[in-house]
């Protein structure tokens, strides 16, 4: 097993720990990346839901069209 992945907001009120690869890595510059993330580029990667585990006191969902 690969040592886990973890990270967080910047303020550090939610953390989050994923316990295996991403299932995808992307580097985009759509113009719904660029306007969530004020860059020209944003990279990130995603896992599987049942292989994250998020803590912290105000977790919340945005939803835009096909990305939650």
């Known amino acids: 097993m690969t040592a886990p ?8 009120a939610v953390r989050f720990e994923a316990s295996a690869e ?3 890595i992307s580097y985009c510059h ?3 990346c660029r306007r ?4 020209p580029v944003s990279a990130f990667v995603g896992f599987m839901t049942d292989q994250v585990a998020l803590d912290g ?5 945005f939803e835009n069209g ?3």
Do not use: E, N
């Open 5 to 12: 992945h973890t990270g967080g907001c910047r303020c550090g």
């Open 22 to 24: 991403p299932h995808h």
């Open 30 to 32: 759509c113009s719904d």
């Open 36 to 39: 969530a993330s004020g860059a």
């Open 57 to 61: 006191k105000a977790l919340k969902t």
């Open 66 to 68: 096909p990305v939650t």
